[in-house]
């Protein structure tokens, strides 16, 4: 009776663990169904603005410091600084609307389209965290010059959370602490103290975290050559594994896709061949040039990949010049910006003071693990690899991607993984 007792309770913990499990995976899979259809519907005109938006932004940022690793999130940019331009008018939202790439599209579109994006970025894989946060802090005495239909715009589309402070140290840490606690603590500071004429910030984090679907094994790891621009060489920790990986071969470099998790989000590498120019390459890689060497990778089997362990934070990095170059110079005017959509602060005018970034990336034999925040401050006045080769011993280009929408949500270029900061 006792064994007969055992064994029916032994099949009841087994039934109710395999239960148990088919319904998580049966919730998982339906997840994954709804933000696959929602990232189906996504406006493919939003996806192509932040993309070019992204190289154009990126191109500016390589022309600093030809020498420099960069790195930023192009979501993270776009999302702020839309945010920002839904409470712009007249010849300030246009240029805004042409900076951020978004040529034709009216407002309405705009929203709309960047609401769908925004959703359609959850629940992508469980073996991926991706969290986006958006918030606008305002100074508590100018609280009740904000129009309604702007917080309603912020709320509703970008899911924005509201804060009124009184634009104190207090506040400093506040704000700094919400970066913290949306970037897992990866960025603890975007902004070190506020200005009198400072009466708002809209800001945006984003965190990132995946595993490789083809993992490198830590025993492979050692230490190899890596070339630098002026032809120095340098010893890295190098991983490598052989497998099969989609890879691309173009007149003058390569191109492989290291998927993460069920292989919706991929890191893709591009390495121009010895002696060619890393920058050169960025600069003529359009959104079009990326989609088409993206649909053109085919798998190539046992592909013999090493790839550089590398750690690097770039920021807090001010990007006025970049911006106002792309010709958002009016949105930082203090006289002649129009935010009229924002607040009515008159005879004050309202404009950009700065927008900030700041972004932090680690690779490993795991996976890849970045983050990202913006802050828009307002003011108011007063030799070719060898074939089945893919070895990433000089500087490089990637940029880590939502392949379901073809969002970009990260990019760099690496010319030492050496660095550990820049800005």
């Given at each position: 009776?006792?064994?007969?007792?055992?064994?029916?309770?032994?099949?009841?913990?087994?039934?109710?663990?395999?239960g148990?499990?088919y319904?998580?995976?049966f919730?998982?899979?339906?997840?994954y169904?709804?933000?696959?259809r929602?990232?189906?519907e996504?406006?493919?005109?939003?996806?192509?603005?932040?993309?070019?938006?992204?190289?154009?932004?990126?191109?500016?940022?390589?022309?600093?410091?030809p020498?420099?690793?960069?790195?930023i999130?192009?979501?993270?940019?776009?999302?702020?600084?839309t945010?920002?331009y839904s409470?712009a008018a007249?010849s300030t939202e246009?240029?805004?609307?042409?900076t951020?790439g978004?040529?034709?599209?009216?407002?309405?579109q705009?929203?709309?389209?960047?609401?769908n994006?925004?959703s359609?970025?959850?629940?992508?894989d469980r073996?991926?965290?991706?969290?986006?946060a958006?918030?606008?802090?305002?100074?508590?005495?100018?609280?009740?010059?904000?129009?309604e239909?702007?917080?309603e715009?912020?709320s509703?589309?970008?899911d924005?959370?509201?804060?009124?402070?009184?634009?104190?140290?207090?506040?400093v840490?506040e704000l700094n602490g919400w970066?913290?606690?949306?970037?897992?603590?990866?960025?603890?500071?975007?902004?070190d103290?506020?200005e009198?004429?400072h009466?708002?910030?809209?800001?945006?984090?984003?965190?990132?975290?995946?595993?490789?679907?083809?993992?490198?094994?830590?025993?492979?790891t050692?230490?190899r050559?890596?070339?630098?621009?002026?032809?120095?060489?340098v010893?890295?920790?190098?991983?490598?594994?052989?497998?099969?990986f989609?890879?691309?071969?173009?007149?003058?470099f390569?191109?492989?896709?290291?998927?993460?998790?069920?292989?919706?989000?991929?890191?893709?590498?591009?390495?121009?061949?010895?002696?060619d120019?890393l920058?050169q390459f960025i600069?003529?890689?359009?959104?079009?040039?990326l989609?088409?060497?993206?649909?053109?990778?085919?798998?190539?089997?046992?592909?013999?990949?090493?790839?550089?362990?590398?750690?690097?934070?770039?920021g807090?990095k001010?990007?006025?010049?970049?911006?106002?170059k792309?010709?958002?110079?009016?949105?930082?005017d203090?006289?002649?910006a129009?935010?009229?959509k924002?607040a009515?602060?008159?005879?004050?005018n309202?404009?950009?003071?700065?927008?900030?970034?700041k972004?932090v990336?680690?690779?490993?034999?795991?996976?890849?693990?970045?983050?990202?925040?913006?802050?828009?401050?307002?003011?108011?006045?007063?030799?070719?690899?060898?074939?089945k080769q893919?070895?990433v011993?000089?500087?490089f280009f990637?940029?880590?991607?939502?392949?379901?929408?073809?969002?970009?949500?990260?990019?760099?270029?690496i010319?030492?993984p050496l660095?550990?900061?820049?800005?």
């Amino acid at each position: 009776m006792k064994k007969r007792l055992l064994v029916f309770l032994a099949l009841g913990l087994i039934v109710g663990y395999f239960g148990v499990n088919y319904t998580k995976e049966f919730l998982q899979a339906r997840a994954y169904a709804e933000s696959d259809r929602i990232a189906a519907e996504v406006d493919p005109d939003i996806v192509a603005s932040n993309t070019r938006f992204a190289f154009d932004v990126f191109n500016v940022l390589c022309e600093e410091d030809p020498d420099a690793n960069v790195f930023i999130s192009p979501l993270s940019l776009s999302a702020a600084l839309t945010m920002t331009y839904s409470g712009a008018a007249g010849s300030t939202e246009e240029a805004m609307r042409n900076t951020l790439g978004y040529g034709e599209m009216n407002t309405e579109q705009i929203e709309d389209g960047f609401k769908n994006l925004l959703s359609s970025l959850g629940n992508v894989d469980r073996e991926v965290t991706l969290s986006i946060a958006n918030s606008v802090w305002m100074r508590d005495s100018y609280e009740a010059s904000v129009f309604e239909d702007y917080k309603e715009t912020l709320s509703d589309c970008y899911d924005s959370e509201f804060f009124a402070r009184p634009f104190d140290q207090g506040t400093v840490n506040e704000l700094n602490g919400w970066v913290a606690e949306n970037t897992e603590h990866k960025i603890e500071k975007i902004i070190d103290s506020i200005e009198s004429d400072h009466v708002m910030f809209l800001v945006n984090a984003i965190y990132f975290k995946a595993n490789w679907t083809h993992q490198f094994k830590e025993s492979n790891t050692q230490e190899r050559d890596f070339y630098l621009c002026d032809r120095t060489i340098v010893s890295v920790d190098t991983m490598s594994q052989d497998d099969d990986f989609r890879y691309y071969r173009g007149g003058n470099f390569a191109a492989a896709r290291f998927p993460y998790g069920r292989e919706q989000v991929a890191m893709y590498v591009f390495l121009p061949d010895p002696g060619d120019s890393l920058d050169q390459f960025i600069v003529r890689l359009s959104h079009e040039a990326l989609d088409k060497y993206i649909n053109e990778m085919r798998v190539e089997k046992g592909l013999k990949v090493r790839f550089p362990r590398f750690r690097f934070e770039y920021g807090v990095k001010r990007m006025n010049d970049a911006l106002i170059k792309l010709g958002m110079g009016v949105a930082f005017d203090r006289y002649n910006a129009n935010f009229s959509k924002i607040a009515d602060v008159r005879p004050e005018n309202l404009y950009i003071d700065f927008v900030d970034h700041k972004a932090v990336i680690e690779v490993d034999e795991k996976g890849t693990v970045a983050a990202a925040a913006t802050n828009v401050g307002i003011s108011v006045t007063s030799a070719p690899p060898p074939p089945k080769q893919f070895y990433v011993n000089r500087p490089f280009f990637f940029v880590i991607r939502d392949d379901r929408t073809s969002t970009i949500l990260f990019m760099g270029k690496i010319t030492n993984p050496l660095l550990e900061s820049g800005s």
